[in-house]
T-cell receptor
Framework: DAGVIQSPRHEVTEMGQEVTLRCKPISGHNSLFWYRQTMMRGLELLIYFNNNVPIDDSGMPEDRFSAKMPNASFSTLKIQPSEPRDSAVYFC??????????????FGQGTRLTVV | KQEVTQIPAALSVPEGENLVLNCSFT??????LQWFRQDPGKGLTSLLLIQSSQREQTSGRLNASLDKSSGRSTLYIAASQPGDSATYLC?????????FGTGTRLQVFP
């Protein structure tokens, strides 16, 4: 497996524009996580899905942020409209969630977002 | 609510030293704990996963232990090398979530 794949790797956009980040989890994994990383706040969990269903989106900072997982192999994180304070590295991670234990979580390489 | 703390925040050591990185968590009802490494500008690489039924896990020069009763995990790095320089993060579950500590930034100099 190629691991968790995120695109784009880098995104520079102007304030007010819509940004869509994409993630392909590892095949067979049923949990997917979106994180944001900044120097000030470290790694913050934004939202996670189990079996394509959003379970907890309490980390999503504002209504400008939305995430979807239409099928087991694809997820998007959308910011509309984007603001300079959204500049960060956004990571996607996946793992296999079991009844009694979970496997390792694996991370993508991240999308570095810069909003100017 | 699960909170994860890592000490020290930064560490600079000469090559060859044995190191201990610490991770504390507030919710002892965890069922696993995972250690990651992050190189500058890169993603997170999984190092070790310890299930709650285990006390420790080993991979090469790395050994991680888990003590649920005290809410602690330690990552032991034997015979450190310059290539070990990176930020090390631990993550404990809060329910289904993976909650991260703020990391320990390690520099190993020749």
């Amino acid at each position: 497996d190629a691991g968790v794949i995120q695109s784009p790797r880098h995104e520079v956009t102007e304030m007010g524009q819509e940004v869509t980040l994409r993630c392909k989890p590892i095949s067979g994994h049923n949990s997917l996580f979106w994180y944001r990383q900044t120097m000030m706040r470290g790694l913050e969990l934004l939202i996670y899905f189990n079996n394509n269903v959003p379970i907890d989106d309490s980390g999503m900072p504002e209504d400008r942020f939305s995430a979807k997982m239409p099928n087991a192999s694809f997820s998007t994180l959308k910011i509309q409209p984007s603001e300079p304070r959204d500049s960060a590295v956004y990571f996607c991670a996946s793992r296999l969630r079991g009844v009694t234990m979970n496997t390792e979580a694996f991370f993508g390489q991240g999308t570095r977002l810069t909003v100017v | 609510k699960q909170e994860v703390t890592q000490i020290p925040a930064a560490l600079s050591v000469p090559e060859g030293e044995n190191l201990v990185l610490n991770c504390s968590f507030t919710d002892s009802a965890i069922y696993n704990l995972q250690w990651f490494r992050q190189d500058p500008g890169k993603g997170l690489t999984s190092l070790l996963l310890i299930q709650s039924s285990q006390r420790e896990q080993t991979s090469g020069r790395l050994n991680a232990s888990l003590d649920k009763s005290s809410g602690r995990s330690t990552l032991y790095i034997a015979a450190s090398q310059p290539g070990d320089s990176a930020t090390y993060l631990c993550a404990g579950p809060g329910g289904d979530k993976l909650i991260f500590g703020t990391g320990t930034r390690l520099q190993v100099f020749p």
